[in-house]
């Protein structure tokens, strides 16, 4: 079968075995595939170290055989989403204080999920999420990106700031901002979408922000202080501004990786002390978030913007594309066969 590898930092399509169901996987044939800003973070070694074997964790497809313990989970035949953002995606333990405690994404047994890029993939079956009919192949990008974003909104609850608050999503019109706009406005948040660039924040707005901001803007300032900024940009930069905006008392929830070569993100303890800020870090979700994500999306009230698609042959185009910031929202690969 055909599945995308990097050599020199670059996607290849090669020719690899099938994967085989173990006892408690399902080998899934993969419908569609959504590129992530991650996979080409890994592709390009921009976290350090360099990929091997597959690429890709976001995915939606078909169940084709099940190892021998897995139809308790699922049956062949049944249309499903996998991916969790490649921590916890492929398997946790169950039985770890992270796992009881509702974190199996921190199990220190969990397996990342990767190889969506390819025709098909075995994934460990109790991380398979039935998908209605209702909820397109183009959406495979919740898998992660929504999953991400739903993550980090149900953060905001655990830290106790409840819809009504003002928060700032930063990197608003990106893969995963999108979701996060869309979400916290129909959660009841007033939404102030940062990006960079009228059309970006023309989308940000058509998603439901209340009100949007040009992070290179002068303006900026004026926004006054927020309850919360979520930072989903893939840049340093991103975390400054989300730091900018809070109020005293904020809270900064980062959820965007920058490469390693950004830098130090540098803090005061003088000026935590001062605002009395706290700061935390938002990844990906869980299993049961993405069973809610999945209603929510079969309700209407979430939905991908697919920005472009192509065959897997496209992959490393589309990773220069995403690179250059050439198109809104995600893409999907909606067709692994060529
Ligand atoms: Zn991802
Ligand atoms: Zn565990």
Same mark, same amino acid.
């Given at each position: 079968?055909?599945? /995308? ?9 090669? *020719? ?36 091997s ?10 169940v084709e ?52 890029? %390819?025709?098909?993939? %075995? ?46 999503i ?28 009228? *059309? ?15 992070a ?12 919360a ?5 893939? =840049?340093?930069? =991103?975390?400054?501004t ?48 993405m ?5 929510? /999306?079969?309700?209407g ?10 065959p ?27």
């Amino acid at each position: 079968m055909k599945a /995308a590898r990097v050599a020199e930092r670059r996607v290849v399509i090669q *020719e690899v075995a099938e994967p085989v169901a173990e006892a408690d996987h399902a080998v899934v044939r993969v419908v569609s595939a959504g590129v992530c800003h991650s996979d080409l973070h890994l592709a390009r070694g921009d976290w350090g170290g360099q990929a091997s074997g597959g690429l890709g964790h976001e995915g939606i497809g078909v169940v084709e055989s099940l190892g021998a313990d897995a139809d308790r989970y699922v049956q062949e035949g049944d249309r499903v989403i996998f991916g969790l953002g490649g921590m916890g995606g492929a398997y946790w333990c169950g039985s770890c204080e992270q796992c009881l405690g509702g974190e199996p994404q921190f199990c220190a047994q969990g397996r990342a999920l990767l190889g969506t890029f %390819a025709e098909r993939i %075995a994934v460990w079956a109790p991380a398979l999420t039935a998908l209605p009919a209702s909820v397109s192949d183009l959406e495979a990008p919740l898998a992660c990106g929504g999953l991400t974003a739903y993550g980090a909104i149900k953060k905001l609850f655990k830290a106790g700031i409840f819809p009504g608050s003002r928060i700032a999503i930063v990197g608003a019109a990106g893969g995963l901002g999108h979701y996060a706009v869309q979400l916290a406005a129909s959660f009841g948040y007033r939404v102030i979408a940062v990006d960079i660039g009228a *059309e970006r924040l023309e989308f940000a707005r058509s998603l439901g922000a209340d009100l949007v901001v040009d992070a290179t803007d002068d303006t900026l300032g004026d926004v006054g202080g927020v309850a919360a900024s979520l930072v989903f940009s893939a =840049g340093l930069s =991103g975390f400054r501004t989300g730091l900018s905006l809070l109020r005293r008392g904020g809270h900064l929830l980062g959820v965007g990786l920058p490469p390693t070569s950004d830098g130090m993100l540098e803090l005061s303890p003088f000026e935590l002390f001062a605002r009395n800020l706290t700061i935390s870090y938002s990844a990906v979700g869980t299993v049961q978030d993405m069973r809610e994500l999945v209603e929510l /999306a079969a309700d209407g009230k979430v939905h991908t913007h697919v920005g472009r698609t192509g065959p897997l042959s496209d992959l490393e185009h589309i990773f220069e594309e995403l690179e250059a910031r050439k198109y809104v929202g995600r893409a999907v690969i909606t067709d692994v066969t060529r």
